[in-house]
């Protein structure tokens, strides 16, 4: 049985759905391979224009299966060396998921620790069913909390003071604090999770592809922006680059009669 599911609920709106209930979905070797593959593909194609992301069963992502033969159930994994690969292949799947061209919607349907924490930061936008629970818990298993991009993507959600308290005590916290502290977008019940997910996916889709792409990345690109002049810049550049797509023209003629673009004229995507 595949470790990924993935569904296509509305044209270009993709569903990925992490398939080890029994696991509460942990990331095995094989479940990271498939994910990589799958977002590859998604990546290069202009049909997508939002992936969803949810897991099966009650857990969302339980992080890194420590029992598999991949990880901490391997004693023969103790090469420091063998051990950085597998730490790698870990923390690249949550670059690509981030770097990835279309949106990631992560709708978080229960248990999200460890790396399926991390799964979900790296995500553009977050929903959280009310039985969701999120803890960045590394540091409880004698390591640091400091993990697949926790350490830059949480500060950078919720301020650093408020991240420094979350990641040293690593204590599970619930929907409704994750959506106090601006970590989850909106709280939704789970039988409409994933169907509110595909909402805002068809609303992202509504617009230019180029327009959204350069939207998504230039947003994070200048969250490290050294001054405000170096934003501004690349703000003009992209700017110039998606209105010579011809999708400005069908935006502005959509707008003087009042109705939505035709996605079918889009130059772009």
Known sequence: MTELISEEPEPGIVVLTMNRPAKLNALGAAMVDEMRSALSEL??????????LTGAGRGFC??????GPDYGGNP?????????????KLASLHH????????????VNGVAVGGGLSLSLASDIRLAAPSAQFGAIFITVGISACDMGTSYFLPRLVGASRAAELMLTGRIFEAAEANEIGLVHEIVEQDALVDRAVEIGLTIARNSPMAVWMTKQTLWQNLDAPSLQHAMGLENRTQIMCSQTGDTLE???AFAKKRRPDGNLWGSG
């Open 76 to 88: 023969a994994v103790d090469d420091v060396s063998a051990m950085y690969v597998l730490q790698e």
């Open 43 to 52: 990546g290069s194609s202009k049909h997508v224009r939002a992936i969803v």
């Open 251 to 253: 935006a502005m003629a």
């Open 62 to 67: 339980a992080g890194a299966d420590l029992t």
């Open 96 to 107: 690509e998921i981030h770097t990835v061209r279309p949106p990631v919607i992560a709708a």
